[in-house]
């Protein structure tokens, strides 16, 4: 049984892009796709479906390669864990890597990527970072 949803998502999808394989499958939850939804408007992945298996849903990506074959994530991080939740106020949510990589942002207003929620001017608890 996992308990971190959107760790064993994460974790599956650094794998699966570090063995370069095209798809893989996630378990579902509404914190896991709007994360899924963010990376995609990023450009990390190529797509995503939510499939149901009857009760049962999955969340299926697609990954992402350039020209070469070589892999679109460099590095996808937790930032908050079960153990240490951390939360940022706005003025602290701006660029991360100088603008190359985004940090998913859980606020008031939803699941937001670092500079739709400075935009909004919102905080709230950082999911993890990508670039």
Request: glycine share 8%.
């Amino acid at each position: 049984m996992v308990n971190d949803l959107v760790a064993d998502a994460l974790t599956r999808i650094r794998n699966a892009s570090m063995r370069k394989l095209e798809v893989t499958e996630l378990l579902h939850s509404k914190l896991v796709e709007s994360v899924v939804k963010i990376i995609q408007a990023k450009g990390y992945i190529e797509s995503y479906n939510v499939i149901e298996n009857g009760c049962k849903k999955t969340i299926k990506v697609i990954l992402k390669y350039d020209e070469h074959g070589n892999r679109v994530i460099t590095e996808l991080k937790m930032i908050s864990k079960q153990g240490r939740r951390v939360y940022k106020p706005n003025s602290e949510i701006k660029k991360f890597k100088n603008g190359y990589g985004t940090i998913i942002v859980s606020t008031s207003k939803g699941v937001l990527s670092n500079e739709v929620a400075h935009r909004e001017g919102v905080g709230g608890e950082l999911i993890c970072s990508i670039w």
